[in-house]
């Protein structure tokens, strides 16, 4: 399986949509937060997955902070990381990606 991963592209969407474009390989795409609105109303193509959480810049917007998916047998744990202090350290992700037995962890904001 082949995971395009993004995040805070802040109002960039015509680079989100050149990327999704570019990698029509990939089986799908995550969007790490800080940039919502360029990637929620792509259509990616066709057996191709897009998702996303939400960042501290993201307001009003319907996405999770926290978002958890198993693929191939690995469990990801996907946040856009303010919500953990990532800036100030790992530890607070780390630990809370232990919790759930996560094997991967996927964050943005840094």
């Known amino acids: 399986m ?14 989100v949509e050149e990327l999704i474009a570019r ?3 990939a089986d799908g795409f995550v969007h790490l ?3 919502a ?3 929620i109303y792509t259509v990616p193509g066709s057996g191709q997955f897009l998702i996303g959480v939400r960042g501290n810049g993201d307001f009003g ?7 958890t998916e198993d693929w191939e047998g690995k469990k990801f744990f996907c946040c ?12 607070e992700l780390q630990a809370a990606a232990s919790q759930i037995h996560a094997d991967v962890i996927l ?4």
């Open 107 to 110: 964050y943005g904001h840094t």
């Open 2 to 15: 082949r995971i395009v991963v993004m995040s805070d592209s802040h109002g960039d969407s015509r680079s």
């Open 23 to 25: 990698e029509h390989h």
């Open 37 to 39: 609105r360029d990637w």
């Open 33 to 35: 937060g800080d940039g």
């Open 80 to 91: 856009h990381g303010h919500t953990f202090r990532v800036k100030m350290g790992l530890y």
């Open 61 to 67: 917007v319907a996405l999770p902070l926290i978002l």
